[in-house]
């Protein structure tokens, strides 16, 4: 969620704080700040709403020239999106400014403590007693802002990255990070830190990784990390393999359509250097013995959102490749329900950012049980992938819109990368039935290209559908998570009624949702599958009840003609590799529709790319 950038060096702090901000739009936010260190003096601006506001702001009441700068786009949590809920929060005496991701879960407690000293608070957020206890803690750190910071660490609870910069040390910045993303960029007489590398990437690609509960404090001249407790940190250097323009529109109107039609080229580039020497797949990170791998008794998938539809697609196909049990679970439900894993289990974490609290959580939780872990992740670097034993990257590159493209469709072929991962491990498939398996999914990303060749007929049955209240989807085996995909994309981009359902339980209840004129996406299988004629079956219940159907079909499929309204066509492709082409279409569709009621389509209201709060 909410997005961060500091920074020292040579250049104008505001220039390069702002840019990083807007880089960081994706993130999702309601209100944007900055801070600067100018004159012996911190100077401040924020405001409700978009980045244009503080914008607008600065150009009304400019911020003097500086060199050390803090910024900061909040995701409203504690208090609401207003000027004085908005980051920076200074400390009472106004020496000391502070930014901040996460959530300090004893906070109340630390306000009691500041009010009964006599502090004044100013707002209704959690961050801003770090700030006052930062300036409280000076005295007894020696007016050493990274002591002062350790200190006051090891006294919040919580999920957190603080960045905060005092205006008697002008050439420092000072963060700490517990369970928040926060990552370090590497210049040439200049330093940065930020949530996420895009932030930077304009300026260096190299960068460090910090570790949990890790203090850095950059300087033009250079950086230095330790832990909470103030001993010596490890850090791991890693270079950002995309560049700034990587981060742009590129010509498309939106980051959403950019990401569409890059689909293609992130399947390719998940597949890319899967064979080792031997010619046996391989994962990118993997700590586990070939010894444990064949001692899992149970897989269980744990995501949010668009990750767990990914995960109930790779049920199908792991399930069937490998004949291992799959559970596919809520991140955020996992913990609460007391599940039962272990040593002989893998728990699979999918997600996007590497920092989904959620499943950052339900990981934890997993290992504390001893299970084995595995992360599919498309962040190098991130903590998920950093507390996992096993890792597979998806390499999409980076995904700007809020609403999830490339990475639902790479999440799949990583997680089906992992299923005959483990049949070949468990001797369950021959060498040449896996490199089968392979030669399909290396055939995708052509196949996808030849949907997004043809959607303009996608975007006119979207516009057609703009004023309708509601869209129900139905699918069987993997159409039904597509279902559920599709659904989901079109509550997230045009903030309406969309479900999505299993074809078989129509029956069962939701085929009372059935009224004159109700659009039914329906995905089908192949013409040659058994459940063909079972979704047939379902498109003439919901048809005799008044429903306009949206046929996702294959070439080929003339017999649907008979049954729908409007025929989308995908390419012929194998059962367990659908999702990969009849999801497109729906992205399109979902973009269009928003479009056609005038949303903010990369930046949907009320939601945030990267859920770091639990």
Not at 414 to 422: K, Q
Not at 526 to 553: C, F, N, T, W, Y
Request: aromatic content about 6%.
């Amino acid at each position: 969620m909410c997005g961060i950038v500091g920074y020292v060096g040579q250049k104008q702090a505001l220039e390069v704080v702002v840019a990083g901000l807007r880089r960081l739009e994706y993130r999702g936010y309601d209100s944007a700040g900055v801070a600067v260190i100018a004159d012996g003096a911190l100077e401040v601006r924020k405001k409700a709403g978009k980045l244009a506001n503080l914008e607008s702001l600065i150009g009304t009441d400019p911020l003097p020239q500086s060199t050390t700068g803090i910024g900061h786009t909040r995701w409203a949590t504690h208090g609401g999106p207003t000027d004085s809920n908005a980051h920076p929060h200074v400390s009472e005496d106004s020496s000391i400014a502070v930014i901040h991701n996460g959530i300090i879960e004893n906070f109340a407690e630390l306000r009691e403590e500041l009010t009964a000293a006599g502090v004044t608070l100013s707002s209704e957020t959690d961050t801003e007693v770090a700030a006052h206890l930062l300036a409280a803690t000076m005295p007894a750190a020696g007016g050493n802002l990274t002591d002062a910071m350790r200190m006051v660490c090891q006294r919040l609870e919580g999920a957190f990255t603080l960045v905060a910069i005092d205006k008697a040390q002008p050439d420092l910045v000072v963060a700490a990070r517990r369970n928040s993303p926060l990552v370090v960029g590497l210049g040439e007489g200049e330093n940065f830190v930020a949530s996420d590398v895009s932030a930077f990437v304009d300026h260096t690609r190299n960068a460090l990784e910090l570790g949990q509960d890790q203090i850095v404090t950059i300087t033009p001249s250079g950086v230095d990390v330790i832990t909470f407790e103030g001993g010596p940190a490890e850090v791991t250097p890693f270079t950002v393999d995309w560049d700034a323009a990587a981060a742009e529109k590129g010509g498309f109107d939106l980051f959403m359509l950019k990401e569409i039609a890059e689909q293609p080229k992130a399947v390719a580039d998940s597949l890319r250097g899967r064979f080792d020497a031997d010619n046996r797949l391989q994962l990118d990170e993997m700590r586990l013995s070939d010894v444990d791998l064949r001692g899992i008794t149970k897989v269980v998938v744990v995501a949010c959102g668009t990750a767990f539809h990914a995960g109930m697609v790779a049920k199908y196909a792991v399930e069937h490749w490998t004949r291992i049990p799959v559970e596919v679970e809520l991140a955020s439900e996992f913990r609460y329900r007391d599940p039962i894993v272990g040593p002989d289990s893998l728990v699979i974490a999918i997600s996007q950012s590497g920092e989904t609290m959620d499943t950052l959580m339900a990981l934890r939780h997993a290992k504390a049980q001893g299970a084995r872990t595995l992360a599919i992740c498309n962040t190098v670097g991130s903590t998920i992938p950093r507390e996992c034993d096993a890792v597979l990257y998806t390499y999409a590159g980076p995904e700007i819109a809020v609403a999830s493209t490339k990475a639902f469709l790479t999440q799949i072929v990583a997680a089906y990368l992992v299923g005959l991962y483990l049949a070949q491990v468990r001797e369950q498939m021959s060498a040449a039935d896996i490199s089968d398996v392979m030669e399909d999914l290396k055939g995708m990303p052509q196949k996808v290209d030849l949907v997004l060749d043809t959607v303009e007929p996608v975007r006119a049955i979207a516009r057609t559908f703009a004023n309708s209240t509601s869209v129900l989807f139905i699918g069987r085996h993997v159409g039904y998570p597509v279902a559920l995909e599709g659904a989901l994309k079109l509550k997230e981009l045009a903030y309406m009624h969309a479900e999505g359902f299993a074809a078989g339980e129509l029956k069962h209840g939701p085929i009372a949702l059935i009224e004159d004129g109700v659009p039914v996406v329906v995905i089908l299988p192949s013409p040659s599958d058994r459940l063909h004629d079972k979704m047939i079956s379902a498109i003439q219940e919901v048809r005799a009840r008044g429903a306009v159907i949206i046929a996702i079909a294959e070439e080929g499929d003339e017999k649907i003609l008979n049954f729908s309204d409007h025929v989308i066509r995908v390419p012929v492709t194998p059962s367990l590799m659908q999702p990969l082409v009849s999801t497109v279409p729906l992205q399109v569709f979902a973009c269009e529709m928003a479009t056609a009621k005038g949303h903010d389509v990369d930046q949907p209201r009320n939601l945030a790319k990267s859920v770091t709060v639990e």
